[in-house]
């Protein structure tokens, strides 16, 4: 599995990837066009805080190629960081 740990935001001990539908889509393209694999998790929030109570989910989350949260912008924590999305 590849994983993408580049522009990830921590929350709450999960590391969410802040990117838009477009750069979701591009870098799904990229995996596959390398022959990648890898999973992508795409979760609403409380995805992040079932992550808290459960380790072993979280560690799911924290390997997966993309861990996004199924809004496309991140509360602006991305503009916070100094990320573009």
Known sequence: MISSEEQRVNILGV????LSIGQRIQ????LLDTGGS???ANWAVHGI???Q???EFRKILNNSFL???T???LCGLD????LRA
């Not at 870098?27 to 990229?30: A, L, N, R, V």
């Open 38 to 40: 890898g999973m992508f």
């Open 53 to 55: 109570s459960d380790e």
């Open 67 to 69: 861990t996004t949260l």
């Open 49 to 51: 805080m079932e992550a």
């Open 27 to 30: 870098k799904s393209e990229d």
């Open 15 to 18: 590391g969410v990837s802040p």
């Open 71 to 73: 809004e496309c912008r």
């Open 79 to 82: 503009i916070l960081k100094g």
